[in-house]
């Protein structure tokens, strides 16, 4: 008997329900608010809409927002440093991933000490962490129900990987209203966050029945509405489709983890601090390209939830349509560029291999990778 394990936190979804941030702190028994976000959910107003929530159920608050795109393990550090010293017992993030990842790691580190590079890989934590309510204003990352933070270590100019249970917030709350303040090019990059998401999660080595439900439903999402949610902001029903897809895709990767894409983008970020979305974008269609071979089913199955007329074609064919309908895709929402427009010098390529070889996402890609493997993919996406 195969025996796997299905983790999400409770999900709050639809558009008002940000409404209910302060009613789900205060039942998990929260009395002082560590809010973390960023400078530009800040000044769409989504904060102060939080706070206006929580302190409307009697509880007090402290803003930490001194993080980046890519956020640090000092900004981590800084962090767990202002919750101590504001005596606060419980969290809320309100963001993309980059708070939330924050949020994440500055709860382990209040919990159990260290510094993040102290949990990097696979269940390091020991200590159960505070209370945690994330909401998030993009849908990409899918942060909000996944088992993941991903930290850049400034020491070594890479993404750190943190995986465990403990890191699953116990309520997410996805309203799709805050979605509108983000613009098309953050959309764009966002989704093919999640459009990643999915396609890495449905043919990784750990996918499962539960996970193939989600990922296949967020790609088909995600092929039916990033280009309308791209083109217009306030298309509502688009933005709602959208925040579905990317919640599908955090459900489905928190559980079956992701693959080649992920571990190479987490070494380009950790580099260039460059959107991931972006150098999801770049990498993505030439990783699909390598691992057709180990999963050819599966992609046909991703071709047609592409939308892609896959009847009559074998496993191969059908497959590689969905590496089409990938492209295809990029070329219309404005990010089919290569690394090499992104910045990344071809010098580097040997260095971010190796580092990729030791990111735990690769563990679960369909088709083992070498280092020359990961050298030569770098190089098409150049």
């Known amino acids: 008997m195969n025996i796997s394990k299905f983790v999400t936190p409770e999900i709050i979804f639809g558009c008002g329900c940000f409404s209910q941030v302060g ?42 927002s001194a993080l980046t795109t890519n956020p640090k393990d000092s900004e981590v550090l800084a962090g ?21 990842d924050v949020a994440k790691t ?15 890989g696979i269940n390091r934590i020991t200590r159960p962490l505070p209370p945690m309510v994330i909401v998030p204003s993009t849908a990409g990352a899918g942060s909000e129900v996944s088992q993941f933070a991903i930290i850049v270590d400034t020491r070594r100019h890479l993404k750190m990987s943190i995986i465990s249970k403990s890191l699953v917030p116990d309520i997410a709350l996805v309203d799709p209203e805050l979605l509108r303040t983000k613009d098309s090019q953050l959309a764009a990059a966002t989704g093919v966050d999640a459009l990643t998401h999915g396609i890495e999660s449905f043919v990784s080595l750990a996918a499962t029945p539960l996970t193939d439900v989600h990922a296949l439903k967020a790609v088909q999402l995600i092929a039916q509405n990033l280009r309308r949610a791209v ?15 990317s919640l599908s895709a955090g459900i489905a990767f928190s559980n079956a983890i992701l ?63 969905a590496i089409e309908a990938v492209r295809e895709l990029m070329q219309e929402i404005g990010l089919a560029k290569g690394l090499g427009e992104l910045g990344l010098a071809e010098s580097v390529i040997p260095s971010l291999s190796r580092n990729a070889l030791l990111d735990a996402c690769l563990v679960t890609n369909p088709r083992e990778a070498s280092c020359a493997d990961l050298e030569a993919i770098f190089r098409l996406a150049l």
């Open 106 to 120: 500055v709860a382990i580190l209040v919990t159990n000490g260290g510094a993040p590079v102290d949990y990097e």
């Open 259 to 321: 693959g080649a894409t992920h571990a190479m983008t987490h070494q380009v970020d950790g580099l260039l601090d460059q959107h991931h979305g972006e150098t999801n974008a770049s990498i993505l269609p030439h990783v699909m390209a390598f691992n057709l071979s180990a999963c050819p089913e599966k992609y046909r199955q991703l071709a047609s939830a592409l939308g892609k007329d896959v009847r009559g074609c074998d496993p191969l064919r059908g497959g590689a349509l």
């Open 80 to 100: 767990a440093e202002r919750y101590r010293a504001a005596g606060c017992d419980g969290i809320v993030a309100v963001g993309g991933g980059s708070p939330t």
């Open 23 to 64: 009613e789900s702190a205060l039942r998990l028994g929260i009395s002082k608010v560590f809010v973390v976000s960023d400078e530009g959910v800040i000044k769409a107003g989504w904060v102060e809409k939080c706070l206006d929530y929580l302190h409307a159920v009697g509880l007090q608050t402290e803003v930490y």
């Open 231 to 245: 083109r217009d902001r306030e298309d509502m029903e688009a933005n709602t489709h959208m925040a579905m897809a």
